[in-house]
């Protein structure tokens, strides 16, 4: 059971656009800045999506990122068949001190 | 560019150790946060451990408390994970990943990561 609750799975098709949300509590999301991550199984994960909103360079504006209370979301618009893969949302959880990760949502493009 | 390269990974009967090394480059490795994440077969990520970038503090994850413990060696550019009490569910893919520049537990780059396999 993750401390960061995303849905399994979401689906979409080519140039739609799509949500995915990431729910948490005071400790984590509530508190502290929420990251996005991209991870094609293996391959090593990439960074999408840092304090709640920001953009590391090289990322599509295609992708961005919101927070709300203890919960944040990622939407990817524009959607391209290279979009399917696992994505992870993370914050960092002051009741644990340590780096908390949602279960992951598997991204379908059909 | 930007290179993470893990290593030390193998198979391990449970209770035994294993040292994983990450060789990095590309950047300035003393200025940064590092940290370890793991994949368990089927299974999503999980953080590990982070060391601050001058060394004085390091976080474990709850399930490795006590077990695993993170070093590095800004001389040589490494990282270290040592993992000690090794368990069968400690079984997957152990990526060392940089911290961001500004938010050192976003994770900026990653290595493609090394096995750990703990079975007898």
């Known amino acids: 059971q993750s401390v960061l609750t995303q849905p399994p799975s979401v689906s979409g098709t080519p140039g739609q656009r799509v949500t995915i949300s990431c729910s948490g509590s005071?400790?984590?999301?509530?508190?502290?800045?929420v990251n996005w991550y991209q991870h094609l199984p293996g391959t090593a994960p990439k960074l999408l999506i840092y304090?709640?909103?920001q953009r590391p360079s090289g990322v599509p504006d295609r992708f961005s990122g919101s927070k709300s209370g203890t919960s944040a979301s990622l939407a990817i618009s524009g959607l391209q068949s290279e979009d399917e893969a696992d994505y992870y949302c993370a914050a960092w959880d002051d009741s644990v001190n340590g780096v908390v990760f949602g279960g992951g949502t598997k991204l379908t493009v059909l | 560019d930007v290179q993470l390269l893990e290593s030390g990974g193998g198979l391990v009967q449970p209770g035994g150790s294993l040292r994983l090394s990450c060789a990095a480059s590309?950047?300035?490795?003393?200025?940064?946060?590092m940290s370890w994440v793991r994949q368990a077969p089927g299974k999503g990520l999980e953080w590990v451990s982070i060391i601050s970038d001058s060394g004085g503090s390091t976080y474990y994850a709850d399930s490795v408390k006590g077990r695993f413990s993170i070093s590095r060696d800004d001389s040589k550019n490494m990282l270290y994970l040592q993992l000690n009490s090794l368990r069968a569910d400690d079984t997957a893919v152990y990526h060392c990943a940089k911290g961001n520049a500004v938010a050192p537990t976003a994770f900026d780059y990653w290595g493609q990561g090394t096995l750990v396999t703990v079975s007898s």
């Open positions: 304090r709640n909103n």
């Open positions: 590309g950047f300035t490795f003393s200025s940064y946060a």
């Open positions: 005071s400790s984590n999301i509530g508190s502290n800045a």
